[in-house]
T-cell receptor, first 111, second 109 residues
Framework: DADVTQTPRNRITKTGKRIMLECSQT?????MYWYRQDPGLGLRLIYY???????NKGEISDGYSVSRQAQAKFSLSLESAIPNQTALYFC??????????FGPGTRLTVT | KNEVEQSPQNLTAQEGEFITINCSYS?????LHWLQQHPGGGIVSLFMLSSGKKKHGRLIATINIQEKHSSLHITASHPRDSAVYIC???????????FGKGTHLIIQP
């Protein structure tokens, strides 16, 4: 079984809809991250979390919110999706300052 | 904010060739990451290094902290090495990564 899982893997939604992307990990890592990937722009940090009580904004947090429900779970929400949020979204985990481990990605399309 | 530049952006080579991908960054760091992204989209960590050189199979990563530069080398390249290679450094908070735009590598048989 994968150490970092993301659901859904693909999602098409309409402008204005609320959508949640979920990330779960079995690695026991304390740090979790959400990134988005756009062609030509590379990966960018949306939010990160040290632990359940620690949530921090990244480079491009506008239009997104997150919830760290447990050490193993970190969800990303789009309160009112817009077309320029169409992207590939990755969750990643890290223990301390070690390597980061990425989930398989969620391909989100907002029409 | 750390600026990360990779070169080349695209590289096509023949099987067996020695490949070099370069990465430079603007602000001193504690460690640098090399990642691989296959056409299916998944991202895998290849190396995390803070000094010197690391080797894993046919992959070699080097870093020069003073020059703020790292290279990823692939020896005896093979078509299965075709992927996007991404350099990343801490800088996004809690060691959230700042990424280069990636090098799209194609190895032709």
């Amino acid at each position: 079984d994968a150490d970092v899982t993301q659901t859904p893997r693909n999602r098409i939604t309409k402008t204005g809809k609320r959508i949640m992307l979920e990330c779960s990990q079995t690695k026991g890592h304390d740090r979790m991250y959400w990134y988005r990937q756009d062609p030509g722009l590379g990966l960018r940090l949306i939010y990160y979390s040290f632990d359940v009580k620690d949530i921090n904004k990244g480079e491009i947090s506008d239009g997104y919110s997150v919830s760290r429900q447990a050490q193993a779970k970190f969800s990303l929400s789009l309160e009112s999706a817009i077309p320029n949020q169409t992207a590939l979204y990755f969750c990643a985990t890290q223990q301390g300052r070690g390597e980061q481990y990425f989930g398989p990605g969620t391909r989100l399309t907002v029409t | 904010k750390n600026e990360v530049e990779q070169s080349p952006q695209n590289l096509t080579a023949q099987e067996g060739e020695f490949i070099t991908i370069n990465c430079s960054y603007s602000v001193g760091i504690s460690a640098l990451h090399w990642l691989q992204q296959h056409p299916g989209g998944g991202i895998v960590s290849l190396f995390m290094l803070s000094s010197g050189k690391k080797k894993h199979g046919r992959l070699i990563a080097t870093i020069n902290i003073q020059e703020k530069h790292s290279s990823l080398h692939i020896t005896a390249s093979h078509p299965r090495d075709s992927a996007v290679y991404i350099c990343a450094v801490p800088g996004g908070g809690a060691d959230g990564l700042t990424f280069g735009k990636g090098t799209h590598l194609i190895i032709q048989p």
